[in-house]
């Protein structure tokens, strides 16, 4: 089962056991969150649109880390006049989707053998 969230104004297709970088929360690392603006729930065989989110759906997650990514140059310049270069590194959080529940009692949740999330549970 899947699903797509809307964290900080940005759309994410989700499923247990993964790994995201999202804009920085203000949530503590080792807190989790329970994602309630839902859009969509999807599975092989039916699927749940929101209008504008499905009814009783949620996505728990699990706060990872805090880090900043890579930095990026930005330059500006006029011929003759001046040039200048200023860095930026964007701050974002790690969440380790840990349960996709659909709010019609079908819930996803992740495998403790799960190879990608297995460090974070730890």
């Not at 080792?30 to 999807?42: H, M, N, P």
């Not at 890579?70 to 003759?80: D, N, T, Y």
């Not at 819930?107 to 799960?114: F, L, N, R, V």
């Amino acid at each position: 089962m899947y699903g797509v969230v809307q964290i900080g104004g940005h759309q994410y297709k989700v499923q247990a056991g993964d790994v995201l970088d999202v804009q920085k929360l203000k949530d503590e690392a080792g807190s989790t969150l329970e994602l309630d603006q839902v859009l969509f729930i999807g599975d092989g065989e039916k699927s749940l649109v929101g209008a504008p989110t499905v009814k009783g759906a949620k996505v728990t997650a699990k706060v990872i880390r805090h880090d900043k990514s890579r930095k990026i140059l930005v330059s500006v310049r006029k011929p003759g006049k001046y040039a200048k270069t200023n860095g930026h590194r964007q701050q974002f959080s790690s969440l380790l989707i840990t349960e996709v529940n659909d709010g019609a009692g079908n819930t996803d949740k992740i495998d403790a053998k799960s190879k990608k999330a297995e460090k974070y549970l730890k």
